[in-house]
Nanobody, 120 residues
Framework: QVQLVESGGGFVQPGESLRLACAASRSWGSSSSLGWYRQAPGKEREFVARIMSGDGSTTYADFVKGRFTISRDAATVYLQMNSLESEDTAVYYC???????????????WGQGTLVNVSS
């Protein structure tokens, strides 16, 4: 079991930047997938970015390519968000996914979320 705590959200104007952080209560699993998801008003939770704990390979949703960068340390995953738009307004959640290939079933840990509000 791991506890995840997001931070860094806030209120910003369009075009500005924020850096989100998700701190884990232990080091990331070597085979874990670390991700950021968001849920905007009136929408379902959607994928934003992913980084593999082991090799650092990354994947991004199309709507954030060129603007957001995901990275990680031993027990923290970050999301650098530049050129923020009003459409980025959402609660952002971090996730650690452990595949059933390494356990008896898939395991997902989630933080409680941090609010990003982009408005002029």
């Amino acid at each position: 079991q791991v506890q995840l705590v997001e931070s860094g959200g806030g209120f910003v104007q369009p075009g500005e930047s924020l850096r989100l952080a998700c701190a884990a209560s232990r080091s990331w699993g070597s085979s874990s997938s670390l991700g950021w998801y968001r849920q905007a008003p009136g929408k379902e939770r959607e994928f934003v970015a992913r980084i593999m704990s082991g090799d650092g390979s990354t994947t991004y949703a199309d709507f954030v390519k060129g603007r957001f960068t995901i990275s990680r340390d031993a027990a923290t995953v970050y999301l650098q968000m530049n050129s923020l738009e009003s459409e980025d307004t959402a609660v952002y959640y971090c996730n650690e996914h452990i595949s059933a290939l390494y356990t008896d079933h898939d395991i997902d840990y989630w933080g409680q979320g941090t609010l990003v509000n982009v408005s002029s």
